[in-house]
């Protein structure tokens, strides 16, 4: 049976190494004035210097959130055509191929990331090595079954929120004011949206719309008084 101490090494020094390069790139993009957001990150180093350090209680807690992760990315997988219209997916892909090849091989990458971390903290040396320690892992946060429940409650709470939220009357309103911005034959899908009031109890909406025809695709910021 494999040490558990070199296991543990050896998830820590990868989350270390994924988690530095995570906050490379994230500052890269922020130079450069690009979208970029990870969960990873700060997490990813501060949870692998810990296991490299033999943290059995942080493997548990490791492995709860990589199957929280991957239900959630596994179920964004299944949901995605419900909120993103296929023609708009196509026009994507044909106009940016390399990007999205590369979200492609990025999102590939962190599925068999998470089902690695997931397999090799939750094997018997690390199992065994957790009894032996009096390690609980029949607690919430102990037990990867818990992760992916977790993980698929958020996802269902998304899908039941995102059409109330994204396909309602204030929606509507906000592609309105998109069509007045654009002249052309576009189809319009709300990015996102935000609704605040002021102090004197007007309430404010500033939202993204995108809108595509098979040949473009166009990001058009609104903001209007509801």
Known sequence: MENPQKILKKVGIVLIVVGILDIAFM????????????????FAVIAGILLYRGGLKTAKVVSFFAAFFLAGMGGL????????????????IKLSPF??????????????????????????PIKVAMD????????????PRSGFIAGIILLLTLVGLLPL??????AEM?????????????????TSINIHSNLSGKTYVNAVITAYT??????????FEK
């Open 27 to 42: 500052i890269y993009c922020i130079i450069h004035e690009t979208n970029y957001s990870s969960s990873f990150n700060l």
């Open 165 to 170: 939220i994204l396909g309602g009357e204030t």
């Open 77 to 92: 997988l299944i949901v995605f055509p419900i909120f993103i219209p296929i023609d708009l997916l196509f026009t994507y």
């Open 174 to 190: 906000a592609k309105i004011e998109a069509q007045k911005k654009i002249v052309g034959n576009y189809k319009y899908v709300v």
């Open 99 to 124: 990007a999205s090849l590369g979200y492609l091989i990025f999102g590939t990458f962190i599925i068999v990331f998470l089902v690695w971390i997931l397999k090799t903290l939750t094997s018997r």
């Open 132 to 143: 032996q320690n009096g390690i609980n892992r029949k607690s919430f946060f102990s037990r």
């Open 214 to 223: 098979d040949n473009e695709i166009q990001q058009i910021p609104v903001s």
